[in-house]
């Protein structure tokens, strides 16, 4: 376990560095923070004297060196805008997204495994219809669409829920609501074409004949088969959200980490920016790292290697 | 003796996109303990389907559609699920044909050996695993302790259907199906899984129904035999009977087909068709279409299953002629 872990850690690096170079590159593109932060009237001179101070003067190259060199220091450099560092601002973003991500995946886990459980027990019968009929339209939901109708309806007509901020238990609903309901959707399809492979396996007419009871047939044994589809369907889904959930935290005013990039690409912060996605791309990684040691637990042949 | 377990008229339908159809019918048959009950036919002639029928583990496009299957006199078939789960192990228990997939992938040998313990005997898991590396070392598993941490995937053909009768036995089941056990399996492999079967079937008392369409397997290891066609059964008796003197058409060109001592350059002898389609089968007796004796009456009438001498039974209007042969 643990040389599969560093072997899956090491082979992640060279992905990371390469994420870094784009960011850095694409980042630059978007325009001359000078434009930005100095007024109209600004003369040659002052531009040049704000380009030499943020290091702006230095050839692209020499710039990246600069800069991999100040990451490998755990330095992230300064806000343009704030002065502070980029990390204290990104740090301070992350942990939001990351609740609502997670609040977000374990409903959604839970609520498709149940459901799809559900209706891959009985193939075509009216439960697994209506399951069906239910996950197809919310995997087919527009996030935006679902979330401003949520904020007229239930904040501002019935006035039941805020319509911003993070502050009490009925601040999450929405958000969560709205960033659920496409992964909730996709999972359940995912689920339920896993079961009903898994359920209809040998094995599980094996189960039945030692007298085991439905819930250990189809949790016990048919469920931890079906898993590893769910599994990497659930991480591309994750980092979805962990990427920062742009529209839903610019609706509800969340003050995640995909509120930040937005700002900061157009206040052309750059180093925030580039700390918002190194912060991310090693969280996703991360998450790859986990995704994959599931796996392993879950299946000894991955574990060994095998390919059975 | 009462025999342990009695199948009474038992039938099974099966859903299909043409309708449904009646894959096993009228199919009477009985077997004490101790003793090994051949249940014989083509593929596709229902013993399967019974067999699951018995063990309540029908596919869900197929159901029971009447009789009754006694286990020491009480009808199984329509007791509550709860109870019936109770009998899986104990009272009937079944191995099953394709020993590759039929052990989970992703769970231990030791744990999935251990499960009936845990299931019925309500064991704590050190002492299931216990039973469960016993058991392993009954069915002759090399190295039962290091090998019950394995995963099946790290077990051979023959050892994991070694591992699938170890499941089944557990429990010392009453009445044990096995379902073509050695079909999957090389011939070297076949003789040494029959043995353990007998073995264990000698010294549990228990009862073996053994389904197969391999002849030489029911001449060797069975007592009785029921021979399946079409869905029903044609001929039941002894073994050695039966085999000697076949009283039904489809038994004997069963046994004709059988490559003895023919001259090089001759044709091996069979039975003339194939077995009718189950949407599509002859009125009165299934078999007329191929059989050499047929008649107007088999058109007209279904032959039952009836007494034809000492202890065997035939459902065939002209048993006697080949009686008389």
């Not at chain 1, 003369?43 to 380009?51: H, L, Y």
């Not at chain 1, 935006?144 to 006035?159: H, K, P, Q, R, Y």
């Amino acid at each position: 376990m643990l040389t599969f872990l560093r072997r899956r850690i090491t082979s992640s690096a060279i992905p990371l560095v390469v994420v870094i170079l784009g960011v850095f590159c694409l980042a630059r593109l978007t325009g001359d923070p000078a434009n930005l932060y100095l007024p109209l009237s600004a003369t040659p001179e002052m531009r040049a004297e704000f380009a030499a101070r943020h290091g702006f003067d230095q050839p692209l190259l020499v710039q990246f060196g600069d800069y991999l060199a100040q990451v490998v220091r755990l330095d992230f450099g300064e806000s343009l805008r704030t002065a502070e560092p980029a990390a204290t601002a990104v740090l301070r973003a992350f942990p939001a997204t990351l609740q609502l991500a997670g609040a977000t995946m374990i409903l959604a886990i839970l609520g498709a495994v149940v459901v799809g459980s559900w209706a891959a027990y009985r193939p075509n019968s009216v439960a697994d219809r209506v399951a069906s009929f239910t996950s197809t339209t919310a995997a087919s939901m527009p996030d935006f669409w679902f979330a401003i109708m949520g904020v007229l309806v239930f904040a501002v007509a019935l006035g039941w829920l805020p319509t911003s901020g993070t502050v009490g238990a009925a601040a999450w609903v929405l958000p969560v609501l709205t960033l659920l309901i496409r992964p909730f959707g996709v999972l359940v399809q995912v689920v339920r074409g896993a079961m009903v492979s898994a359920l209809s396996a040998p094995y599980i007419k094996v189960a039945r004949s030692k007298g085991a009871g439905e819930v250990r047939v189809v949790f016990g044994h048919a469920l931890r088969n079906a898993a590893p589809p769910a599994l990497t369907v659930a991480g591309d889904l994750t980092v979805g959200l962990v990427n920062g959930a742009v529209v839903v935290e610019t609706i509800f005013g969340w003050p995640g980490i995909g509120k930040l990039m937005i700002t900061s690409i157009l206040q052309r912060d750059f180093a925030v920016l580039q700390a918002a996605v190194l912060v991310t791309a090693v969280t996703i990684f991360a998450l790859n790292i986990v995704i994959d040691a599931c796996y392993a637990l879950l299946d000894s042949r991955v574990r060994q290697g095998v390919t059975a | 003796m009462n025999p342990v377990l009695e199948v009474d008229r038992l039938a099974v339908d099966i859903r299909t996109p043409a309708g449904t159809v009646r894959a096993v019918r009228e199919v009477s048959f009985s077997v004490r303990s101790g003793e090994t009950l051949a249940l014989l036919g083509e593929s596709g002639c229902g013993k399967s389907m019974t067999a699951q029928a018995i063990v309540g583990l029908l596919d869900p496009v197929a159901h029971v559609a009447g009789g009754e299957v006694r286990l020491d006199g009480t009808d199984v078939l329509t007791l509550p699920p709860a109870q019936r789960r109770r009998l899986a192990g104990p009272g009937l228990s079944i191995v099953f044909q394709d020993a590759l997939t039929a052990l989970n992938p992703i769970q231990t040998v030791g744990a999935q050996l251990a499960e009936p313990f845990r299931i019925h005997e309500r064991l704590s898991r050190r002492a299931a695993r216990e039973r469960a590396v016993e058991l392993m070392e009954r069915v002759g598993i090399p190295e039962p302790r290091a090998r019950a941490g394995a995963y099946p995937h790290q077990f051979s053909g023959g050892m994991r259907q070694r591992l699938l009768i170890a499941l089944a036995v557990a429990l010392h089941p009453k009445v044990l199906l096995a379902d073509e056990p050695t079909t999957a399996l090389d011939v070297t492999v076949q003789a040494q899984i029959m043995e353990l079967l007998r073995d264990l079937r000698t010294e549990q008392q228990t009862a073996l129904i053994l389904i197969t369409h391999d002849l030489a397997v029911v001449a060797e290891q069975a007592d009785h035999v029921a021979v399946m066609y079409a869905g029903g059964i044609v001929e039941t008796g002894r073994v050695a009977d039966v085999f000697a003197k076949p009283r039904h058409p489809y038994t004997r060109g069963l046994l004709d087909s059988v490559p003895g001592e023919v001259a090089r350059g001759t044709n091996l002898k069979s039975i003339p068709g194939s077995p009718p389609d189950l949407h599509a089968v002859p009125s009165g007796c299934a078999f007329r279409t191929r059989c050499p004796l047929a008649t107007d009456v088999c058109a007209e009438q279904r032959p039952p299953l009836a007494e034809a001498g000492q202890g065997r039974m035939s459902a065939c209007h002209h048993w006697k002629e080949l009686a008389d042969d």
